[in-house]
């Protein structure tokens, strides 16, 4: 197949097989057709095999060492650096991350010289003791975020791909730092200023807004929309680990109580689940 102009960047290892079959499946479903780079931590032959019947390029890239975080999530930023010059555009997605929508403007949009990203749903002052952390200055001595974002997915062109260079090739401080110091080195090299920001419910359903009452997924015309009638276009989760899943509405009790929330509240949320649970039992059950 010939070689696309966009690129999806992914890593992973074995326990995250289920995950990756509903993102293959659910980029086929809706037309997409962009290379995905695959990050393979010891992925067995079988499964890569059964890549060869998709609709698109799938480029393996196996990664090497003992340790599976610096193997999956440290070294997609190497990958995306070195590789992503080859491409317009890149997204750099989690493996736990399935579509439920076509996501292609927003390759159209990093092509264009902007960023996009899933918002964290979270406000971050960057003050002096973060900068004294990450040894960064950012000219004074409190920054407070209002585009502070998740870690994929991110959409960017090659033109930004210094930013994850930076973050590579930085002392590692400790298991946030694919988080935070991204963040923050996005403030010190103004990719902000390029920054567009997708609510998590639409993104990613971090912090739980893809379960929660006021924001929490439902069908509608067979699409897929948040509590505030957004269409959703990507399910962040591990909805194969059963122990996950289960853990959703006993996470969501501790906010009910909190926010004196009752029964209606509750069956929103367990709606939201069931929807997610669907979407991605329909992706991950399909046949490569």
């Known amino acids: 197949m010939e070689k696309s102009k966009y690129a999806w960047i992914v890593a992973a290892s074995a326990n995250y097989i289920p995950g990756l079959k509903a993102f293959f499946n659910s980029a086929q479903h809706f037309g997409h057709k962009e290379d995905v780079l695959l990050c393979s931590f010891n992925l067995p032959q079988d499964f890569l095999d059964s890549l060869k019947a998709l609709t698109f390029n799938v480029r393996i890239i196996n990664m090497k060492g003992e340790d599976q975080v610096l193997g999956t999530a440290i070294e997609r930023f190497r990958i995306a650096y070195e590789l992503g010059k080859e491409y317009e555009a890149i997204c750099l997605l989690d493996a ?162 909190d926010n004196s929330m009752s029964g209606r509240s509750y069956e929103k949320m367990e709606n939201s689940i069931k929807t997610g649970q669907a979407w991605f039992d329909k992706f991950t059950n399909m046949k490569l």
Request: aromatic share 16%; hydrophobic share 45%; proline share 5%.
């Open 96 to 257: 736990d991350i399935f579509l439920t929508a076509n996501n292609g403007l927003y390759f159209d949009i990093a092509a264009a010289g902007f960023i996009v990203a899933g918002a964290n749903g979270m406000i971050i002052d960057f003050d002096a003791a973060y900068q004294k952390q990450y040894e960064l200055d950012l000219g004074k001595p409190r920054w407070p975020y209002a585009k502070v974002h998740t870690t994929a997915p991110i959409f960017l062109s090659p033109k930004d791909l210094d930013w994850f260079s930076a973050l590579y090739n930085s002392r590692r401080i400790n298991s946030f730092d694919d988080f935070l110091y991204l963040n923050i080195l996005g403030i010190k090299m103004e990719k902000y200023k390029r920054l567009l920001v997708m609510p998590p419910m639409t993104f990613t359903g971090i912090h739980h807004f893809g379960v929660k009452p006021e924001t929490g997924w439902f069908e509608k015309a067979g699409l897929l929309l948040t509590g505030t009638e957004e269409q959703c276009y990507m399910i962040h989760g591990k909805w194969w680990d059963k122990g996950w899943v289960t853990d959703l509405p006993k996470v969501m009790k501790g906010y009910f109580k």
